[in-house]
């Protein structure tokens, strides 16, 4: 328990945070680019080598694809049956199919299920999540706003091979069998520990309490669809396959995360509902601290 706390207290210094007046209004975009761009590569660094290749890895790759298709198909019949805005409509349909399978995945995988976990925890979010990420929610973007171009192939394949967490992801699978020296093991391992505090930090930073009724109807119904539905579709998919396990649990488990902020980042910056967006990412994390371990538990 004492990890739901800390990760609860950090949420906490980030809401104080934005009461100092000297704090900068992009303090949680700073936060999250730092994660991004060191923090994350670095946990991918560190727990990729400890893969072991099965076939079973399947199973964590294509999960997050098949919800995806899933989720759209249920967002646009829920969209019509509600009314929706185009514009709510466009953001759920960039938030709600990719979950917070890195941010906050990785260090629930590992106080929940242990060490062994965090490599399929990586797979699901790595071959899943961050794909889609940079395919599936620009190009939605693109068709939902006017302030976003729609994405070349090329650009998409660019943003890809360059992201700091897909090029780490590449040298960890290198570096399987390989012994570092302990500098470099020291370094990794300082700067994984940092992604936690720092990207919880940013979340309490930015989370908003005040919406208005027009709002509260589609956040409730993506936050019931995001930290429950999924995980059930999800469990119900591989149970009737006959699947069992760690692979099949962690997979379930990545399935049930709230929403992902930087799929958040995108649908703001594409100026698409960012009220709800918030909301929807800062009470998602929030529920989630209690919707998680109900999740394990079911699992175990």
Do not use: C
């Not at 965090?118 to 190009?139: E, K, N, R």
């Not at 091979?161 to 012994?179: E, H, K, M, Q, Y």
């Not at 391992?189 to 930073?205: E, I, K, Q, R, Y």
């Not at 995108?266 to 509902?273: D, R």
Request: hydrophobic share 60%.
């Amino acid at each position: 328990m004492e990890s739901f706390y800390l990760i609860l207290s950090y949420i906490i210094i980030g809401l104080l945070l934005r009461r100092v007046k000297t704090m900068p209004e992009n303090t949680s975009m700073a936060l999250n680019a730092y994660v991004l761009n060191v923090a994350l590569p670095a946990l991918i660094l560190k727990n990729m080598p400890l893969l072991s290749f099965s076939s079973a890895l399947y199973i964590p790759a294509v999960t997050p694809w098949f919800l995806l298709v899933f989720v759209i198909l249920l967002t646009l019949f829920l969209s019509k049956m509600f009314h929706w805005s185009r514009e709510v409509t466009g953001a759920l349909l960039i938030i709600l199919p990719l979950g917070n399978t890195s941010f906050l995945g990785f260090p629930m995988t590992e106080a929940l299920f242990g060490q062994a976990a965090m490599p399929y925890a990586v797979v699901y979010d790595q071959l899943g999540s961050f794909i889609a990420l940079a395919t599936y929610a620009t190009i939605i973007a693109a068709m939902y706003s006017t302030k976003v171009s729609a994405p070349s192939v090329g650009d998409v394949v660019i943003r890809i091979i360059t992201f700091p967490s897909f090029i780490a992801l590449l040298i960890g699978l290198g570096l399987r069998g390989v012994s570092l020296p302990g500098f470099a093991t020291s370094l990794i391992d300082g700067l994984s520990l940092t992604l936690v505090p720092v990207v919880m930090v940013a979340v309490g930073f930015q989370l908003r309490f005040r919406f208005s009724r027009d709002e509260l109807g589609p956040m409730a119904t993506a936050l019931t669809i995001k930290l429950m539905l999924m995980p059930a579709v999800a469990w119900l998919l591989w149970y009737s396959f006959g699947q069992r396990g760690l692979v099949v649990d962690i997979s379930v488990f990545q399935a049930a995360m709230p929403p992902m902020i930087s799929a958040g980042a995108i649908a703001i910056m594409a100026g698409l509902a960012p009220r709800l967006v918030s909301g929807v990412i800062g009470f998602g994390v929030l529920l989630a601290l209690v919707t998680l371990p109900i999740v394990a538990w079911l699992l175990g």
